[in-house]
């Protein structure tokens, strides 16, 4: 009767902890490993840094890091990780906000119209794409020209070839990419080039009455071990734009090799109060680069700024064949003023 009674009395053995299954322990690592890189770059875009390699790099893609990000709560739900999911939403939110265009959607231009007219920037790689370039102007007629990557052959083809619309131009000359030239059909007056390891002409232009200061920018795009000139050399286009933000109106377009998402290209519109023509005409996520790999182009890095004279008619991206860069063609009505 004893032993039956002890043995009555004796507690139950416990039972072995459970682990989480293998499948969802996979799917909580996934879920870390995908959101880590969203969560690196949207930070460094939060707090306005374009930091150092990779992160420069992967600003260009901040849009679609959506992407991982959303994979990354879905995954983390699944495996019932509440924190890691409540982190993996928090950073798709903050990384989708980012994707929303930068800046005003409209200028505060002033008075009559007193100039309507078209400006067009592109990349010709190297001079590749001159001839599918002259071909476009031909069609698209715009006043003002802006031509990176055009060396010594590019710039006396557009010459010849648009002598009679397109008489006067602003050049540094140079092989391969350091080559530039503003073409126009309005008179121009030298102004210095920004000191650049490519070419970033400058010119004063008498239109509709009001004089315009035109510049071309075309810094260094930032691959590792340049990340610090890129930085140095938009920073200088940002002295530039707060050198005329009070002054005359301002034309400054280009290959920026910089996106919205970059810090030292949000300095540039903040520094002159200057605005991204893709964004005012409703394309600012519009991507311009590149065009040459099997999958489409990703990112937008051709823009057209304007300062506050300005308004926006419309905007369109060409291609054109021999560049990795598609053509920005902007239709612009400049204001006398208040």
């Not at 990779?54 to 709560?73: K, N, Y």
């Not at 286009?237 to 301002?250: K, L, N, Q, S």
């Not at 893709?278 to 937008?300: D, H, I, K, N």
Request: with cysteine; aromatic share 6%; charged share 20%.
């Amino acid at each position: 009767m004893e032993h039956v009674l002890a043995e009555h009395r004796s507690p139950a053995p416990a039972s072995p902890p459970t682990s989480p299954r293998p499948g969802r322990r996979l799917a909580a690592l996934a879920a870390g490993l995908l959101v880590a890189v969203p969560a690196v770059v949207t930070g460094c875009r939060l707090l306005g840094a374009d930091a150092v390699t990779p992160v420069p790099q992967a600003l260009s893609f901040l849009p679609w890091l959506t992407v991982p990000a959303g994979l990354a709560a879905l995954l983390a739900s699944a495996a019932r990780r509440r924190a890691l999911a409540g982190f993996a939403v928090l950073v798709l939110a903050v990384t989708a906000w980012f994707t929303l265009p930068y800046g005003p959607d409209t200028t505060t231009a002033r008075g009559p119209v007193v100039e309507r007219l078209r400006v067009l920037t592109a990349n010709v790689e190297f001079g590749q794409a001159t001839e599918a370039l002259t071909e476009a102007l031909g069609r698209e007629r715009p006043q003002l020209v802006y031509v990176s990557e055009c060396d010594r052959a590019c710039v006396r083809a557009l010459t010849a070839a648009l002598a009679g619309s397109h008489p006067h131009r602003a050049v540094v000359d140079g092989e391969g990419s350091t080559g530039s030239v503003i073409l126009s059909a309005y008179p121009l007056t030298p102004r210095p080039p920004i000191p650049a390891a490519m070419g970033m002409p400058g010119a004063g232009a008498r239109i509709g009455g009001r004089d315009v200061e035109l510049r071309l920018a075309h810094p260094l795009p930032p691959i590792p071990r340049q990340v610090d000139l890129w930085k140095r050399e938009l920073a200088r286009v940002a002295e530039f734009a707060a050198a005329h933000r009070d002054g005359a109106p301002v034309l400054l377009a280009g290959d920026f090799n910089a996106s919205q998402d970059h810090a030292a290209f949000r300095a540039v519109l903040d520094a002159g109060r200057l605005h991204d023509a893709a964004r005012l005409g409703g394309a600012a996520r519009t991507p311009t680069w590149p065009r040459e790999l099997p999958l489409p182009p990703y990112v937008q890095i051709d823009h057209v700024l304007v300062s506050d004279d300005f308004r926006v008619r419309d905007v369109r991206f060409l291609d054109l064949a021999g560049s990795d860069h598609r053509a920005v063609l902007t239709e612009l009505d400049l204001h006398a003023g208040r």
